[in-house]
């Protein structure tokens, strides 16, 4: 049997040599002493992982981060044995034992995880490295002030028993986006509280870090022993307030392109896409691009969203269905497959994840990370 060619329909180039000099660009605005840590969860915001993490720690990142304990295992199962990595949404019933096996860095907010992962470290015989998260105010995930000495006090107990080894203390900010929001004093102020009760306790971290990719980059204060970068790493500013990505020296990694797979002449008055949301004005051509909801193009951007095609950046025409869109070309006729670009870095003319997010009223975080896994991701520069 022949291999079947790789699709044509559409990719999301991976721009890693962009990823890398993002890397170093952020470690030119920390202290020398602070680490980096990538953040590589949600497939590195469907960017790919393994690669990332990958390109990122050749750049200079000390750390990796995820969010589930089996995307921190995956990297594990891929190779990358040398360097820390941390991971912080446990479930009850999660892999514990493989968690200590792996070495992570398992975060801990409440008493059941510390229960949990005292009876894993019990069977498999070996301590395990624990980063207890206090909640200073965001209210979703951590350990409230008032129930830290209880944790605090166990954490000990289960380290003085040689099952854990409290290896860092953190948090998280709620508002670490918009640049003097009151809360992002009011959460460094916990954040030293309960620092130092837990350091005067006995805990003895090796790193203490509150800072996501606005906090790294607008806010010193907040840097500690360690910064997590998520978005910045790939590009994307963190948001509109903080300036575009050019204005904060990163380059997006992702760009998202499709072949036009169908260009005809309608009359006007015509009808295009479910529900006849578009109507055309004039005697036009139609572009069909092959790419839905299904490959995570916002549905709510109908209408809106923003694709250059042939050098004019052009509309999507009513809905967008599941596996494909149509842009009215104006007259212009362009061959089929040729590129469509929804977004990449933005000099070329082409939209950026920013523009997609603003036509589908969310975030550039959902933009890129939501596109689908029918989309191949070709690698550039690795
Ligand atoms: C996702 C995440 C980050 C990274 O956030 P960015 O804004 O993308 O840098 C850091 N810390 C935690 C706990 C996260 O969940």
Not at 105 to 127: F, H, I, K, T, Y
Not at 243 to 264: D, I, Q
Not at 280 to 291: K, R, S
Request: overall charge negative.
């Amino acid at each position: 049997m022949t291999e079947t060619p790789p699709p044509r329909r559409a990719r999301a180039e991976i721009d890693l040599g962009a990823l890398r000099a993002n890397v170093r660009t952020l470690r030119a605005r920390v202290a020398p002493h602070v680490r980096i840590m990538a953040v590589v969860k949600a497939d590195a915001y469907g960017h790919g992982a393994v690669r990332c993490a990958r390109a990122a720690l050749e750049a200079g990142a000390d750390w990796l981060g995820t969010a589930t304990p089996h995307e921190a295992l995956a990297l594990r199962a891929a190779g990358i044995t040398d360097v820390p990595v941390m991971c912080w949404l446990w479930t009850p019933g999660d892999p514990w034992d493989q968690g200590i096996e792996a070495g992570l860095d398992m975060s801990v907010s409440g008493m059941w995880a510390l229960e949990e992962v005292v009876e894993a470290a019990r069977r498999v015989g070996r301590p395990a490295r624990v980063q207890l998260k206090g909640d200073t105010g965001l209210g979703r995930n951590g350990c409230q002030p008032a129930d830290w000495p209880e944790l605090v006090g166990a954490a000990l107990k289960a380290e003085a028993e040689g099952l854990v080894k409290v290896t860092g203390l953190w948090s998280h900010l709620a508002c670490a986006d918009e640049p003097h929001h009151p809360s992002i004093a009011a959460q460094l102020d916990v954040f030293r509280s309960m620092l130092a009760y837990a350091e005067e306790a006995g805990v003895e971290p090796e790193v203490r870090h509150i800072a996501n990719s606005p906090a790294t980059l607008t806010l010193p204060e907040a840097h500690f022993d360690l910064v997590r970068t998520g978005i910045a790493m790939y590009g994307v500013s963190p948001s509109p307030e903080l300036g575009t990505s050019a204005e904060l020296g990163l380059r997006p990694v992702m760009s998202l392109k499709a072949s036009v797979a169908l260009v005809k002449h309608v009359p006007a008055g015509h009808g295009v896409s479910y529900g006849h949301h578009y109507v055309t004005g004039d005697e036009t051509t139609l572009g069909l691009v092959p790419l839905g909801y299904a490959d995570g193009i916002p549905r709510h951007a109908s209408g809106r969203g923003p694709v250059l095609v042939g050098g004019t950046v052009r509309t999507v025409a009513g809905r967008v269905a599941m596996d494909q869109f149509v842009v009215d070309l104006g007259g212009d006729v362009p061959e089929p497959g040729t590129e469509a670009v929804l977004f990449g870095p933005g000099d070329r003319g082409e939209p950026t994840a920013e523009d997609w997010a603003v036509a589908a009223d969310t975030i550039a975080y959902e933009i890129v990370t939501r596109i689908g896994a029918r989309v191949p991701r070709v690698y550039l520069d690795e």
